[in-house]
């Protein structure tokens, strides 16, 4: 699928759940986000439609995302029905970590490729602090899991906030230096809504790039295919990778390969735009292949060129961060 600016879409998120076991300060409130009802979440059975046609039309990578997606039961089955589809996509997950140990293996052997881990810091006490939940060990456990189950390589996604934890750059970074992980530096993307950090706590990628370069010199990686938003670097002494993703303050838009299904079904043509495609609606309304395809190619042909925050803006989407998977 070709959008109108040329880009190839072949990445397809699809966000399972709007639950989650954590309350991350920077992406949900502490009583959480009213949860969609039972009815109002595709059924698996409706996603997998979805991304059989996503494949069909072109998707070679799909991810499962959230919420935390490892909380929504027969998680392991439906990732076997995707691994499954005739044109065999890579499949992914992005998780908080929490019950990872719990399923790392099984997610490994019905063929689930790679796993993102989001951790803020290795500090307990900041755990608790951003997640408003306990867990660090488990997260912990979680990675060791994912390792041994072969779910490499593991990427480790980092949120750094000023004031929070950003003085735990090096400490990630650090990590490549032992491991062969890829720690990923996030921009924060302020999503407003009664979240607790503001706007002004972002750390903008070149402010990330100088605290890693404190811990040695960062040489740049080349890219290979098509390698995403992150920017790659190592240290000469490395095994492993750094990625730093300028969410906000880079030009990534015009690398843009995804397309995102938020978890009530809704297509999301940029993360960063309200602009939402109800598939749902379609789908419950007995809409045939055909037609369902031209809706998807439609939020193809809707993509922007790019976003429009203003450098330094707040992010004014209208749903939060869990609805639509990160
Ligand atoms: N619960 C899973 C997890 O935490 O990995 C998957 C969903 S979470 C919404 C996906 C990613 O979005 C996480 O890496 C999280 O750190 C990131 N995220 C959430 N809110 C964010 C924000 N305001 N700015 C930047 N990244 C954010
Ligand atoms: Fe949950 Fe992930 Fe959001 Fe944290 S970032 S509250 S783990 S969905």
Redesign the pocket.
């Known amino acids: 699928m070709q959008d109108l600016f040329g880009r190839s879409i072949n990445y397809l998120r699809l966000?399972i759940t709007d639950r989650?076991n954590?309350r991350?300060r920077?992406?949900m409130p502490a009583d959480g986000v009213p949860p969609l009802g039972h009815d109002a979440i595709l059924s698996y059975e409706e996603l997998l439609r979805v991304a059989r046609l996503a494949v069909q039309l072109g998707v070679r990578k799909i991810r499962v995302?959230?919420?935390?997606?490892l909380v929504r039961r027969g998680v392991v089955d439906f990732v076997a029905a995707l691994c499954a589809l005739p044109e065999r996509p890579e499949v992914v997950l992005?998780?908080?970590?929490l019950l990872l140990a719990d399923y790392a293996a099984d997610l490994a052997r019905v063929g689930l490729a790679r796993v993102?881990?989001?951790l803020?810091t290795l500090r307990p006490e900041r755990f608790r602090e951003i997640t408003r939940r306990e867990g660090l060990e488990r997260v912990l456990a979680g990675l060791a899991a994912a390792e041994q189950a072969g779910l490499a390589p593991l990427k480790l996604?980092?949120?750094p906030i000023r004031g929070v934890n950003e003085d735990e750059i090096i400490d990630f970074a650090r990590l490549t230096l032992r491991h062969p992980w890829e720690v990923r530096f996030?921009?924060?993307?302020?999503?407003g809504q009664g979240?607790d950090?503001p706007a002004d706590r972002r750390l903008p990628a070149p402010r990330i790039l100088e605290e890693l370069s404190r811990l040695g010199l960062l040489l740049p990686v080349s890219r290979v295919g098509n390698a995403g938003p992150a920017r790659l670097y190592r240290y000469a002494d490395s095994v492993g990778q750094i990625g730093v993703i300028p969410?906000i303050s880079g030009h990534i838009c015009s690398e843009c390969n995804r397309l995102r299904l938020t978890a009530d079904g809704r297509i999301r043509p940029c993360l960063l735009g309200d602009q939402e495609i109800d598939l749902r609606q379609l789908l419950r309304a007995g809409a045939g292949d055909e037609e369902l395809c031209q809706a998807l190619l439609g939020a193809v042909c809707a993509k922007p060129e790019r976003h429009r925050l203003g450098d330094g803006g707040q992010?004014r989407n209208r749903r939060?961060?869990?609805g639509?998977?990160?």
């Open positions: 966000s989650c954590l991350c920077y992406c995302t959230g919420g935390e997606p992005t998780t908080n970590g993102n881990v989001s803020d996604n980092m949120v996030i921009e924060f993307m302020p999503f979240l950090y969410a992010v939060p961060m869990t639509i998977g990160g």
